[in-house]
């Protein structure tokens, strides 16, 4: 029986003499009197109108109380503070337009408005730019509104995206999408960086190159731009590492440089209108020239004929085309957005020029001849990929929380007003930059057919330095932005100890700065830096910035699909539809963009998720995840509930019943082990203590004990649940958990419990619980595994080799057949062969029963050896007389006699089977629990006075341990009852079975690894001399078997030859 002993719990069931006893009356009234005062003396401070709830009072927070803790609640993550420093003054609390409508403007415009937006125009032409541009769009906006509804569901701390996913989603999506962001916002910084010396270098001082002329050379450009890139992250970082607060006061100043030059951009348009006549391009033909000045822009002079004709003979195009001057600028009023309608789309390599004639675009000799090509293979996805981080930045909002006076008002309204006035602004840009620009200056990336100028400064007023000192210092800007929260980020997936190696960045120094995280960040980004160009960085980042806005779509439809009670968002303009169309569409941008670089995204988050699943520590958070497991799990329990499994899909749902030792130590670590081995680490295992004593007074025990269980659980890696039930009675509480465990088609189906090693030798009656849980089982119909000699089974992480073998003398649905083969998917027994033993009667065709065996095993795809063991019809022997009438004396003695359990347990040890010895093989078995030496201090007192009966018989075995421990009555008792028992042909036939299959099984599988039999019933008659013998029944039948699993089926078939 494996629950704890039926200990006597004298301090916890002590019996209080009652305060109305008469002989204590007046004393007991005195105290009762101090009692009542001492008690109206603490209800005094209890609202009158509470008295009924005073008990309550003392564990429960009054209602006000628990009302102010939740209005005074600060979402704020607390910095670190100096204890010698004044206290700070009350942070101000930013409305809507401080605190998120100007930061995400300032964080959504960014470098690419300004380096790259005409050059998608001109590439993609005005319709299929104006698409891009609206595609990117709507995935921010559709995040935005899922966004909203996350951030409006209750009060989210400081913390941003990552926080709302990890909370939605739980720890393994949340740590996973929190890596993502924190690793696109750091390659953000590094692309910020790269434009910021772009715009330096190509457009402000190009005399600054290092490598040469860049313009001639690509190759150069990216040099300049990895060497200065890299000094200027060292500044940047500098400055994040020293001043944060000129970071914060930075950003002013970025803002406004933002907003200042997109309102030059605009009134540089309408100012233009009629075109501006100070930028022409050079054009060969159809073909857009670079280098080439003004005044030598003619087909005759000696500067273009030294360039085409170097050695007297001219190239092939140059002769068959003109050379002309075209203006830049032609204005709104030219109708040059009728040119920039449809794209023009390059492979790398091929010439810019008008329309799409092969003559004009490809380079059949190899040279350039100061032509300008294409220097990257261009298409609509492309493009998408390089111009989406221009709408990112919409978090902002969100990431200041915990510093805005309404933020479930102010975040809605914010983030969603950025991203329609940005939109407003990028889609008009789209159509007033195709209707301005002509189209092959549009598709001059870098300008330099005009000089290596930037074509948004050129348009706009009152001259191109206010786009370029303003662009210049808002791209810095932002790059300090992503410098400053990509650490802080990666400190709050540190601190949530969701990552165990990220464990280091979790620590601030002593200025409450996270320097680990920074340096870890810009190791990052300069590895974004030495890529050296936007073009490349700019599809990277944005796989993962769409993984992140992914998954608050996945989050916001989970939640709102699954219709938890929890989810009450204020922001009501959403719906699951919404989100899965974002959803879709990050997924689609995502592949459409770049294949290879989602898979990387999608590589690293399922990475990060599996081993924060494997590695990290639980937590609980109230996500979506597991709300959609609680549904998932709800809906397969209704379907299991429509009827019994069918036999293909039985499995062993198992139910471990452990005992627990004085300590509520688990006594039998192995019978882990081996629900593990049963499983193959799959499946539902739950395991179940029950203690003996009153739920009221020991509930930590409980807790105690569950917690203890749980660890052995784990350290075994046993899948499943645990519990532990208090009951007064150990056999009553064990059939409650049998009749009660389990949820619907979820309901355990076999049951695991120890033998009883101590039901002999200690008198406890152990042997009655046993009996009593093996008759619940069976009433229940599941199936019951006893495995004895549990101690010396194998580990989980140890290997075998050998037999097992099943003796199959009944059948019971199967189990025997199903047992052997599921504990061979373990890698434990993994290497052990089947053996199949049966038995075979005198009229039965043994050989024929071996082929049926054989045809049978093969039907059921089981590879096993059989065995058909003939037992003939031999006389019931002596021995077998003999031993079952010492098992009847001593069940008749302990009866009449009436003793005590001290004394039992004396008597029991002088009146055992004389032949014990006799039968014992040469490998000794012991079945007593080798981790108690107490018993095995007790077995080798056994063995000294076994050696001392005589072999005539019990009447003249007297030991001076019963000498002294028997009065006179109790020797004439015994004297009477061995004159005048004798033994039952019930018994007799039982105790002659056993004897007979104990010689055959231990002649065939005393080596083997393991032996499976049956488990006979128990006797139906509930008599202690019936029960008793049957527990001796079957210590006669496990005799000299190390390690036996005995199994009795619960009388429905578990397996089939069917497919």
């Known amino acids: 029986m494996q629950s704890n002993s039926a200990k006597d719990d004298s301090d916890e069931m002590e019996i209080i003499p009652s305060e109305h006893n008469g002989t204590v009356h007046d004393n007991k009234n005195e105290d009762s009197g101090d009692i009542h005062r001492a008690e109206e003396n603490q209800k005094s401070n209890i609202d009158p109108n509470l008295y009924l709830y005073d008990d309550d009072l003392e564990t429960r ?113 949340g740590g996973a999408v929190g890596m993502l962001f924190y690793t696109g916002t750091t390659l953000a910084a590094a692309m910020y960086i790269v434009g910021a010396v772009e715009i330096v270098l190509t457009y402000m001082a190009p005399w600054a190159s290092i490598f040469g002329d860049f313009t001639k050379d690509a190759d150069a450009m990216y040099n300049n731009f990895r060497v200065y890139g890299t000094l200027l992250l060292i500044f940047m970082g500098l400055i994040v590492f020293v001043g944060v607060k000129f970071v914060n006061k930075f950003a ?90 449809w794209p023009s789309f390059l492979e790398n390599g091929q010439f810019i020029s008008y329309g799409k004639n092969a003559v004009d675009i490809e380079n059949t000799n190899g040279q350039s001849y100061n032509q300008i090509m294409a220097d990257i293979t261009t298409s609509f996805t492309l493009l998408i990929g390089i111009f989406f981080p221009s709408v990112t930045g919409i978090m902002a909002g969100s990431n200041r929380s915990g510093d805005l006076a309404d933020a479930q008002k102010s975040i809605p309204i914010g983030t969603i007003c950025a991203i329609l006035t940005t939109s407003t602004v990028y889609l008009s840009s789209v159509m007033f930059f195709a209707g301005t620009v002509d189209n092959l200056l549009l598709r001059d990336k870098f300008g330099q057919s005009i000089g290596g100028k930037l074509v948004v400064a050129n348009i706009a007023w009152p001259n191109q330095w206010v786009i370029l000192i303003g662009s210049f210092l808002s791209t810095l800007g932002a ?65 993962f910035f769409l993984m992140c806005y992914g998954f608050v779509n996945l989050a916001c439809a989970v939640q709102t699909l699954l219709r938890t009670p929890n989810w009450r968002p204020r922001f009501k303009f959403y719906h ?87 300590n509520l130590l688990p006594k039998y670590r192995k019978i882990f082990s081996f629900a593990t081995q049963l499983k193959a680490g799959k499946g539902l295992t739950i395991c179940v203590s029950v203690i003996k004593g009153d739920h009221t007074k020991i509930t930590n025990k409980a807790v105690d004990a569950k917690s ?105 649905g199967g189990l025997l057949m199903l047992l052997p083969f599921l504990l061979k998917q373990h890698r434990t027994w993994r290497n052990c062969k089947l053996r199949i033993f049966t038995v075979a009667q005198i009229e039965d065709n043994s050989i024929q029963m071996k082929k049926d065996l054989k045809t049978f095993l093969y039907h059921l795809r089981i590879e096993a050896d059989v065995e058909v063991v003939e037992m003939n019809n031999s006389d019931i022997s002596a021995y077998t007389y003999e031993r079952t009438l010492m098992m009847e004396q001593r069940n008749q003695m302990l009866r009449a006699l009436g003793l005590n359990k001290k ?157």
């Open 479 to 543: 790059g300090l932005q992503s410098l400053t929260g990509a650490p802080r980020l990666l400190q709050a997936i540190a601190r949530d100890e969701i990552i165990p190696f990220l464990a280091p960045f979790a620590k601030s120094s002593s200025r409450g700065e996270p320097t680990r995280a920074l340096l870890l960040t810009i190791v990052i980004c300069q590895g974004g830096i030495l890529l050296g160009n936007v073009d490349l960085l700019a599809p990277l980042l944005s796989m």
């Open 576 to 662: 699951w539809s919404l989100s899965l169309i974002g959803l879709t569409l990050c997924i689609s941008v995502m592949i459409m963009t770049s294949w290879y670089f989602a898979l990387i995204a999608m590589g690293m988050a399922i990475i990060i998720y599996k081993y924060i699943e494997y590695r990290g520590a639980e937590k609980e958070w109230g996500d979506g995840i597991r709300g959609m497991a609680l549904t998932a799990a709800r809906y397969s329990l209704l379907r299991l509930e429509e009827g019994p499994p069918h036999t293909k899909n039985w499995r062993p749902q198992i139910l471990v019943l452990s005992k627990l030792n004085d």
């Open 708 to 812: 203890t269980l749980r660890k052995y659980m784990t350290d075994e890696k046993v899948k499943g649940f645990c519990d532990v039930l208090v009951s007064q009675q150990i056999g009553e509480g064990l059939s409650s958990v049998i009749q009660t465990i389990g949820l619907g088609g979820m309901k355990p189906n076999t049951v695991i419990i120890g033998w009883p090693y101590s039901w002999r030798q200690e008198g406890r009656n152990s042997w009655k619980t046993f009996i009593q849980t093996v008759r619940t089982v069976a009433a229940c119909h599941m199936a019951l595994m006893v495995p004895k000699g549990i101690n010396f089974y194998p580990e989980s992480n140890h290997k075998i080799g050998g037999n097992i073998d099943i003796w199959w003398i009944v059948h019971d």
């Open 903 to 1059: 004394e039992n347990s004396k008597v029991v040890q002088t009146i055992v089977d004389h032949h014990y010895d006799a039968t014992k093989t040469a490998s000794k078995v012991r079945f007593a629990d080798p981790t108690i030496e107490e018993i095995q201090h007790h077995d080798s007192q056994n063995d000294e006075k076994r050696n001392s009966i005589d072999l005539d018989g019990p009447e003249n075995a007297d030991t001076p341990e019963t000498t002294s421990n028997k009065d006179e009555s109790t020797e004439k008792a015994d004297g009477d009852f061995k004159s005048s028992v004798k033994p039952d042909e019930f018994n007799v036939r039982r105790m002659h079975t056993a004897i007979k299959l104990n010689e055959v099984i231990v002649e065939k599988s005393q080596d083997a690894q393991l032996v499976i039999m049956n488990l006979p019933g128990p006797p139906r008659e509930v008599r202690a001399e019936r029960e008793s013998n049957y527990m001796e029944f079957l210590e006669v039948l496990t005799e000299g078997l190390e390690k036996v699993l005995m199994v009795r089926g619960g009388g429905r078939e578990v397996i089939t030859i069917y497919s």
């Open 252 to 341: 002013t100043v970025a803002l406004a440089c933002v907003i200042l030059s997109i309102i030059a951009v605009y009134v540089g348009i309408f100012d233009n209108i009629h075109g501006n006549e100070k930028l022409y391009m050079c054009v060969l033909g159809k073909r857009l020239l670079k280098d080439i000045p003004l005044d030598n822009c003619t087909k005759e002079d000696s500067f273009m004929r030294d360039i085409y004709c170097p050695d007297g003979k001219c190239e092939e195009y140059f002769l068959a085309n003109n050379v002309t001057k075209v203006k830049g600028i032609k204005g709104l009023a030219s109708g040059v957005f009728y040119d920039n309608i």
């Open 61 to 173: 927070p009054h209602i006000s109380t628990f009302i102010s803790s939740i209005a005074n609640y600060e979402n704020t993550i607390p910095a670190a503070t100096d204890p010698d420093a004044k206290p700070a003054a009350p942070s101000a609390r930013m409305g809507t337009l401080i605190g998120v409508f100007l930061p995400c403007i300032q964080n959504i415009f960014g470098v690419i408005l300004f380096i790259r937006l005409t050059w998608v125009v001109g590439t993609a032409g005005a319709v299929c730019g104006f698409l891009i541009v609206l595609t990117c769009c709507c995935v921010t906006m559709l995040t935005a509104i899922s966004m909203s509804a996350i951030a409006t569901n209750g009060v989210v701390p400081a913390g941003g995206s990552y926080f709302m996913i990890s909370r939605s989603l739980g720890p393994e999506f």
